[in-house]
């Protein structure tokens, strides 16, 4: 037989064969992009207090007396800050509905405002999605601020860089999109210090302030630079980020010891053009309850604002 004859066609098939298996691989044996990141980056030690902490079940709801300064008065309002951990997406960047192999394990914050301006009320919502297992900025960031003369809303979703849209009401603002590199987000302390505050930045930073910061304040998106710094005390610690070019200062006051709860939070910023006074925003806890919440949502449950002292 004339092997060299028939050689083109064997080079052929072997060729086709190869293309046909990378094809029929089964969708177990695919492993998304964001999730072999995963893989790569910086491992965290999870310790077996932190995983009976926060793999209960339920989440830590807390309650804060809050003080809001908003043109140039102070409001007085509620927060709520719900942590908790959920099964996330990475491609998609959404919540899990079902368990598998390209979930990831996140530490969501939901914070909750609320307070009036007047004759008219402010809702604020900011959610912060932070990779628990390993040592990455947040998966997803997003903001909305609602009230009677409109609403904003601003997304962060982290691909290759930080991809950003920010939609508003307001002459100059109304939609954009941009891509930033990665870098610290003012967002993402508050979960660090429930993961783990030895990871918090110190010293000079850049940073990206808060999302309401930069909504209320009408801010272009960007990094600024800061000093961090962090005192230590016995039962209290405090984590103090100050923006010179802003006039800007955050102040997170936490529990030393795990599982590190924000007791209290201050925020001061530069004083509105029409105003000589740098007002400060407070937020003094209330009260803390673990809750599968979720499951709680008929009316019988309603008591149960009433032991967060939320009317």
């Not at 089964?26 to 893989?39: E, G, H, L, V």
């Not at 079940?57 to 043109?71: C, F, K, N, P």
């Not at 530490?107 to 932070?130: A, D, E, R, V």
């Amino acid at each position: 037989m004339d092997y060299f004859r028939f050689f083109p066609l064997l080079i052929f098939l072997m060729l086709l064969s190869g293309c046909n298996s990378s094809e029929e691989k089964s969708d177990s044996q695919k492993i998304s992009a964001k999730k072999k990141a995963a893989i790569t980056a910086t491992p965290r030690n999870i310790s077996k207090e932190f995983k009976d902490y926060w793999y209960s079940g339920t989440a830590e709801i807390t309650s804060y007396s809050l003080m809001q300064e908003r043109y140039g008065e102070i409001r007085e309002g509620t927060a709520v800050n719900i942590f908790v951990t959920e099964d996330f997406l990475p491609d998609a960047q959404v919540k899990a509905n079902n368990a598998s192999e390209e979930n990831i394990s996140v530490m969501k914050l939901n914070q909750m405002k609320n307070f009036n301006t007047g004759i008219y009320p402010y809702s604020i919502m900011t959610s912060t999605f932070s990779p628990i297992a390993t040592k990455e900025h947040p998966l997803k960031i997003t903001n909305s601020v609602q009230e009677w003369c409109g609403q904003v809303y601003m997304q962060l979703n982290t691909r290759d860089d930080f991809e950003i849209e920010s939609h508003s009401y307001f002459q100059g603002e109304a939609d954009q999109k941009l891509s930033l590199p990665k870098t610290y987000l003012e967002n993402e302390l508050w979960n660090l210090i429930r993961i783990n505050p030895e990871e918090l930045p110190t010293g000079d930073v850049m940073i990206i302030p808060s999302f309401e910061y930069l909504r209320l304040r009408h801010k272009e998106i960007k990094e600024h630079n800061a000093f961090a710094s962090l005192k230590q005390g016995d039962s209290i610690t405090i984590y103090t980020l100050n923006y010179p070019d802003l006039q800007r200062q955050l102040m997170l006051f936490f529990s030393s010891t795990f599982p590190y709860e924000i007791e209290k939070w201050e925020e001061v910023n530069a004083a509105d053009q029409n105003d000589t006074l740098r007002l400060k925003t407070t937020a003094t806890k209330l009260k803390r309850i673990k809750s599968d919440y979720w499951t709680k949502n008929r009316n019988e449950n309603l008591n149960l604002r009433d032991s967060l002292q939320l009317k």
